[in-house]
C-alpha cells in the first residue's frame, strides 16, 4: 500500500501482562502498514523491557516507544500526538486488541472515502465473548460524534473506535492538564474535532474491548470527585454546542456547579458558563450532586 498512513497508539501503565495481548493482535493483522506506537505512563512492572524484547524481533510493521511521567489517559494521548507523523492516528488501549483484518478495513475504507471534508473513521467496539457495545451506528455514509452524543438516533449508544486524522488531533492538542487530576476523558478532543466536521460509519468490529476495574470505563464518581476541573471543562464544551436543548443546558450547568463545589473553583465555573442565569439556577442542585458525589466517590 506504499507509505505507511496509519499509527495505532497505546498508552500503557503498569499493565505489561494485558499488553501483551494488544501486541499479538498486532502481530496478526493481515496488513502490516502501520506503526505501533506505545506510550509508557510511567510504568514500572517491566513494560520497558519487554516492548525492548519485542522490538528487535521483525513483524512487518514498526514499533516505537515512549516512556513519560505517570499523569493519566489525556497526558498519554498528547505525548502520542506530539510524535505521530502518519496521516491517521487510532488509540487502541492496553486492556483491548485489535480484530486481525482492522488495519486493512480502515486503511481499504480511507483509500476509497477519505477525504480532508471529513475527520476520520468511527467503527464499533465489542466485547470479548463477541458482542457489539451498544447497537450498531446508523446506516448512513457519516455520523457527527456530537449528534450521537445528545442522542439524535434511535440507538443506544456506546463506545466506539474513533481513527482520526492526525493533522486534526494536532489542532486541538496538547490537552489541558489540572495539577493532580489524571482523569480528563481524551474523547474530549473528538468533539471538539465534531463542532466541524463528520466522521466515516465502518459498522464493522475495530476493537476488542475488557474494562478493568481500574480503568476510565469505571469508578465515574470517583473520577469525578478527583478531577473536578477536568470534568467542569467538559460540560463546558458541551455547552458550546449548538442547537442543544435547555434541558440538556440545565443538566450540564448542574453538573458544572458541581465541579465548582468540588473543586472549590464556583465563582470561575460561573464566570465561564455561556448559560449564566440556568447556571445560577443550578447552584442548589449541583450542590447536592458534590454532596452526593463527595460520600460516594
Not at 458544572?256 to 455561556?274: K, Q
Request: hydrophobic share 35%.
Amino acid at each position: 500500500m506504499g507509505m505507511t498512513e496509519l499509527t495505532v497508539f497505546t498508552p500503557t501503565y503498569n499493565r505489561a501482562t494485558l499488553l501483551t495481548r494488544c501486541y499479538e493482535s498486532m502481530i496478526r493483522q493481515t496488513v502490516k502498514e502501520f506503526i505501533w506506537m506505545i506510550i509508557d505512563d510511567g510504568s514500572d512492572d517491566g513494560t520497558e523491557e519487554l516492548v525492548a524484547e519485542w522490538m528487535k524481533k521483525p513483524h512487518g510493521f514498526k514499533i516505537e516507544y515512549y516512556w513519560k511521567e505517570n499523569g493519566g489517559l489525556h497526558t498519554a494521548y498528547n505525548e502520542a500526538i506530539s510524535h505521530i507523523t502518519t496521516p491517521l492516528c487510532v488509540c487502541i488501549d492496553s486492556d483491548d486488541w485489535m480484530p486481525d483484518n482492522a488495519v486493512e478495513r480502515i486503511l481499504e475504507i480511507w483509500q476509497r472515502y477519505g477525504s480532508d471534508k471529513v475527520a476520520g473513521i468511527v467503527g464499533l467496539d465489542y466485547t470479548s465473548d463477541g458482542k457489539i457495545v451498544g447497537d450498531p451506528l446508523p446506516n448512513q455514509e457519516t455520523i457527527n460524534l456530537i449528534d450521537l452524543l445528545l442522542g439524535k438516533y434511535s440507538i443506544v449508544n456506546g463506545d466506539r473506535t474513533n481513527v482520526v486524522r492526525t493533522d486534526l488531533y494536532q489542532q486541538f492538542a496538547p490537552m489541558k492538564s489540572f495539577p493532580g487530576e489524571k482523569y480528563f476523558n481524551p474523547h474530549y478532543m473528538h468533539l471538539q474535532i465534531s463542532i466541524k466536521y463528520d466522521f466515516l460509519v465502518l459498522n464493522e468490529n475495530l476493537r476488542f474491548v475488557e474494562y478493568q476495574t481500574e480503568g476510565m470505563s469505571n469508578s465515574i464518581i470517583t473520577q469525578y470527585k478527583n478531577s473536578p476541573n477536568s470534568f467542569a471543562e467538559i460540560r463546558l464544551l458541551y455547552l458550546s454546542f449548538p442547537n442543544i436543548s435547555i434541558r440538556f443546558i440545565f443538566r450540564q450547568c448542574i453538573h458544572l456547579t458541581a465541579s465548582g463545589f468540588l473543586s472549590h473553583n464556583l465563582i470561575e465555573c460561573l464566570r465561564r458558563s455561556p448559560y449564566k442565569l440556568l447556571t445560577c439556577f443550578a447552584i442548589i442542585p449541583g450542590l447536592f450532586l458534590s454532596f452526593y458525589i463527595q460520600t460516594h466517590g
